[in-house]
C-alpha cells in the first residue's frame, strides 16, 4: 500500500480547503470568514476567502486566544480574486422571527464559528449557554468584570465554568481609567450625576476591546426585558454601535437568541433543565448588575426597575446596548448645544402633534407655571411631558388617551404638556422631566408633583398610579 508523501498531503489539504470556501450555498458555514466591508440598510457586504476551518471538538479547549487579539488565518485564491456576497440580515431576521432560540443559537454559530461569544451577564442569561451547549457545536463564553459585582455572582461564575467544563472569558476595566474615576470623583459618584459615566468605564470600553476581536456576538436582549429601549429589537442584526475584529460600523452583528421568549418562559427552560443559577435570584433580584446598582425588585415591579432605581426608569442601558435607544437621546443632540433644541431641517420639529383627545387638556407653559405653583387644588391633575417626535411618547399614546377616557367625569383632570425645545430646560429644571415620556401626578392638597416611576405605561398600571393617589 502506498503512502502519500507530507508534500502531497499538504497540497491535498490546501485543495480540500479551497474548495470547500467556494461550494455553492456553503456562505456562513464553519469553513470561511465572511470580512465586512460596506454596511446599509441592515446588509453586510463581506468578502469570502479559503480559510483554515474550524472543526467540531467533543470538549472545547481552555487555550483560547485573547478576544481583543484574535486573528484570521486565510489562504489567498492563486488568482488573487474575491467572491463578493451581501448577506441581508433584516431578511434573515424575519426569516427566524418564529425560530426557537435553539434553532437561533444553531444557525449564529454555524455561521460564525470561533469568531463569535457569547455575552454572559451573571444573570439568567445562563440560558443562552445552555442553548449553546444543545446545538453541539463549540463555543466562547466572555464576560465583563466591572470589579464591583455582588459575591454571589462571581461564585456563580465558578459554578458555570465547572458546570458546563469551560472557561469563562473575562474583560476588565481599564486600571488607570478607574483610578482617575475614583480619585476625582469617588466611589458612589453615579448617585449624584448618573450611572453612565461609571458604566463607561468598567462595562462599555471593556467590552468595545472585547468585540474587536470577533465577527459577532450573542446577547441576552429579550423584548419584555425593557418596553422603554427593547421593545423592537430584532433576533439578529447589524450592531449599530461596535466594532468587530475588521473595523468601522458594520463590521460586527449581533445575535438575540431570546429576543422574543419572555422572562418567565426562560425560566421556566433553566428549571426543566437543572442549570445553575445566580442565587441574587432567590433574594428579589431579577435584572443583576454591579452591587451598588442593583437591587431587589417589589413583586408587580418590572424587572429593570431593580436596575438604577434612582433615575429616570424609561432608558435603563449602561452603553452595551446603546443602539436600543434612538430618537430620544440622538435627536436632541443634533444640534450639538446641548439644551435639547430640535434641528431646523428634522423632522422633529415637523412632527404631528399627538396626545389629542377632548378629554387632555393642552397646557401652556403659563398654565403648567400655574398649575404647579398652587399648594392647594380643586382637582388632581395627571400630566404628561412629552415630544410629539419621541417614538417612546408616540407608543404610549393610545393607553394615555384610553386613561383620560377612564378618567373623564371622576374629578380627575389629565393633561399634556410640550417639554422639548425651548421648555425642556424649565421641564428638567422644575417638573423633573429625565427623558420623554415624563408622567406626574398634582395631588389635590400638595405643591410637589408626584413622578411615575415605571416604565409600564399600559392603561391597567396608568389607572393603578392614579387611584393610589388620588
Same mark, same amino acid.
Given at each position: 500500500?502506498?503512502?502519500?508523501? /507530507?508534500?502531497?498531503?499538504?497540497?491535498?489539504?490546501?485543495?480540500?480547503?479551497?474548495?470547500?470556501?467556494?461550494?455553492?450555498? =456553503?456562505?456562513?458555514?464553519?469553513?470561511?470568514?465572511?470580512?465586512?466591508?460596506?454596511?446599509?440598510?441592515?446588509?453586510?457586504?463581506?468578502?469570502?476567502?479559503?480559510?483554515?476551518?474550524? +472543526?467540531?471538538?467533543?470538549?472545547?479547549?481552555?487555550?483560547?486566544?485573547?478576544?481583543?487579539?484574535?486573528?484570521?488565518?486565510?489562504?489567498?485564491?492563486?488568482?488573487?480574486?474575491?467572491? #463578493?456576497? %451581501?448577506?441581508?440580515? &433584516?431578511?434573515?431576521?424575519?426569516?427566524?422571527?418564529?425560530?426557537?432560540?435553539?434553532?437561533?443559537?444553531?444557525?449564529?454559530?454555524?455561521? *460564525?464559528?470561533?469568531?463569535?461569544?457569547?455575552?454572559?451577564?451573571?444573570?439568567?442569561? !445562563?440560558?443562552?449557554?445552555?442553548?449553546?451547549?444543545?446545538?453541539?457545536?463549540?463555543?466562547?463564553?466572555? =464576560?465583563?468584570?466591572?470589579?464591583?459585582?455582588?459575591?454571589?455572582?462571581?461564585?456563580?461564575?465558578?459554578?458555570?465554568?465547572?458546570? +458546563?467544563?469551560?472557561?469563562?472569558?473575562?474583560?476588565?476595566?481599564?486600571?488607570?481609567?478607574?483610578?482617575?474615576?475614583?480619585?476625582?470623583?469617588?466611589?458612589?459618584?453615579?448617585?449624584?450625576?448618573?450611572?453612565?459615566?461609571?458604566?463607561?468605564?468598567?462595562?462599555?470600553?471593556?467590552?468595545?476591546?472585547?468585540?474587536?476581536?470577533?465577527?459577532?456576538?450573542?446577547?441576552?436582549?429579550?423584548?419584555?426585558?425593557?418596553?422603554?429601549?427593547?421593545?423592537?429589537?430584532?433576533?439578529?442584526?447589524?450592531?449599530?454601535?461596535?466594532?468587530?475584529?475588521?473595523?468601522?460600523?458594520?463590521?460586527?452583528?449581533? $445575535?438575540?437568541?431570546?429576543?422574543? !421568549?419572555?422572562?418567565?418562559?426562560? $425560566?421556566?427552560?433553566?428549571?426543566?433543565?437543572?442549570?445553575?443559577?445566580? =442565587?441574587?435570584?432567590?433574594?428579589?433580584?431579577?435584572?443583576?448588575?454591579? %452591587?451598588?446598582? @442593583?437591587?431587589?425588585?417589589?413583586?408587580?415591579?418590572? %424587572?429593570?426597575?431593580?436596575? $438604577?432605581?434612582?433615575?429616570?426608569? @424609561?432608558?435603563?442601558?449602561?452603553?452595551?446596548?446603546?443602539?436600543?435607544?434612538? &430618537?430620544?437621546?440622538?435627536?436632541?443632540?443634533? @444640534?450639538?448645544?446641548?439644551?435639547?433644541?430640535?434641528?431646523?431641517?428634522?423632522?422633529? @420639529?415637523?412632527?404631528?402633534?399627538?396626545?389629542?383627545?377632548?378629554?387632555?387638556?393642552?397646557?401652556?407653559?403659563?398654565?403648567?407655571?400655574?398649575?404647579?405653583?398652587? %399648594?392647594?387644588?380643586?382637582?388632581?391633575?395627571?400630566?404628561?411631558?412629552?415630544?410629539?417626535?419621541?417614538?417612546?411618547?408616540?407608543?404610549? #399614546?393610545? /393607553?394615555?388617551? #384610553?386613561?383620560?377616557?377612564?378618567?373623564?367625569?371622576?374629578?380627575?383632570? !389629565?393633561?399634556?404638556?410640550?417639554?422639548?425645545?425651548?421648555?425642556?430646560?424649565?421641564?428638567?429644571?422644575?417638573?423633573?422631566?429625565?427623558?420623554?415620556?415624563?408622567?406626574?401626578? *398634582?395631588?389635590?392638597?400638595?405643591?410637589?408633583?408626584?413622578?411615575?416611576?415605571?416604565?409600564?405605561?399600559?392603561?391597567?398600571?396608568?389607572?393603578?398610579?392614579?387611584?393610589?393617589?388620588?
Amino acid at each position: 500500500m502506498a503512502f502519500a508523501s /507530507s508534500s502531497q498531503l499538504r497540497s491535498s489539504i490546501a485543495s480540500h480547503q479551497l474548495k470547500a470556501a467556494l461550494r455553492i450555498g =456553503s456562505i456562513g458555514s464553519s469553513d470561511q470568514r465572511l470580512v465586512p466591508s460596506a454596511v446599509a440598510f441592515g446588509k453586510l457586504r463581506r468578502k469570502k476567502m479559503a480559510v483554515r476551518p474550524i +472543526y467540531a471538538e467533543s470538549e472545547r479547549s481552555h487555550l483560547l486566544v485573547p478576544l481583543e487579539a484574535s486573528t484570521v488565518a486565510s489562504l489567498e485564491l492563486e488568482d488573487n480574486s474575491s467572491i #463578493e456576497v %451581501e448577506e441581508d440580515y &433584516e431578511r434573515l431576521a424575519k426569516e427566524l422571527e418564529n425560530a426557537s432560540p435553539l434553532q437561533i443559537m444553531d444557525k449564529a454559530l454555524e455561521k *460564525f464559528g470561533n469568531e463569535i461569544a457569547i455575552a454572559f451577564s451573571g444573570a439568567e442569561d !445562563v440560558a443562552l449557554i445552555e442553548y449553546a451547549r444543545l446545538t453541539g457545536r463549540p463555543f466562547r463564553v466572555f =464576560s465583563l468584570d466591572t470589579g464591583r459585582l455582588n459575591s454571589e455572582t462571581y461564585k456563580f461564575f465558578d459554578e458555570v465554568e465547572k458546570h +458546563y467544563g469551560i472557561h469563562i472569558e473575562y474583560m476588565f476595566p481599564d486600571a488607570v481609567e478607574v483610578q482617575a474615576l475614583v480619585r476625582g470623583k469617588g466611589l458612589f459618584s453615579f448617585y449624584d450625576d448618573g450611572h453612565q459615566e461609571c458604566c463607561r468605564v468598567r462595562k462599555v470600553r471593556p467590552l468595545r476591546r472585547a468585540l474587536k476581536g470577533l465577527r459577532a456576538w450573542i446577547t441576552g436582549q429579550r423584548k419584555d426585558q425593557s418596553p422603554g429601549t427593547r421593545a423592537e429589537i430584532p433576533v439578529v442584526q447589524v450592531d449599530p454601535s461596535f466594532e468587530g475584529m475588521d473595523g468601522g460600523i458594520g463590521s460586527l452583528v449581533k $445575535w438575540n437568541p431570546a429576543a422574543n !421568549v419572555e422572562g418567565q418562559d426562560i $425560566w421556566s427552560f433553566l428549571r426543566a433543565m437543572d442549570v445553575p443559577v445566580n =442565587s441574587l435570584h432567590s433574594q428579589g433580584y431579577v435584572s443583576i448588575g454591579c %452591587e451598588p446598582c @442593583t437591587r431587589p425588585v417589589l413583586p408587580g415591579q418590572h %424587572e429593570r426597575e431593580g436596575r $438604577w432605581w434612582w433615575e429616570d426608569s @424609561t432608558a435603563k442601558e449602561c452603553g452595551l446596548h446603546k443602539g436600543n435607544i434612538k &430618537e430620544e437621546e440622538a435627536v436632541p443632540q443634533l @444640534t450639538g448645544n446641548g439644551n435639547g433644541n430640535l434641528p431646523t431641517n428634522g423632522s422633529a @420639529t415637523t412632527a404631528a402633534d399627538i396626545f389629542n383627545s377632548q378629554n387632555i387638556v393642552d397646557l401652556s407653559r403659563k398654565g403648567i407655571e400655574n398649575l404647579a405653583r398652587l %399648594e392647594s387644588r380643586g382637582e388632581p391633575w395627571l400630566v404628561v411631558l412629552y415630544a410629539p417626535w419621541c417614538r417612546f411618547c408616540q407608543a404610549m #399614546e393610545e /393607553s394615555y388617551i #384610553e386613561s383620560a377616557g377612564k378618567l373623564a367625569g371622576s374629578g380627575v383632570k !389629565v393633561a399634556k404638556f410640550r417639554a422639548d425645545g425651548d421648555q425642556k430646560a424649565y421641564a428638567q429644571q422644575e417638573l423633573q422631566l429625565g427623558s420623554f415620556p415624563t408622567v406626574l401626578f *398634582f395631588p389635590k392638597h400638595s405643591s410637589k408633583p408626584i413622578k411615575y416611576p415605571s416604565e409600564k405605561r399600559d392603561v391597567s398600571s396608568l389607572m393603578v398610579f392614579v387611584n393610589a393617589l388620588r
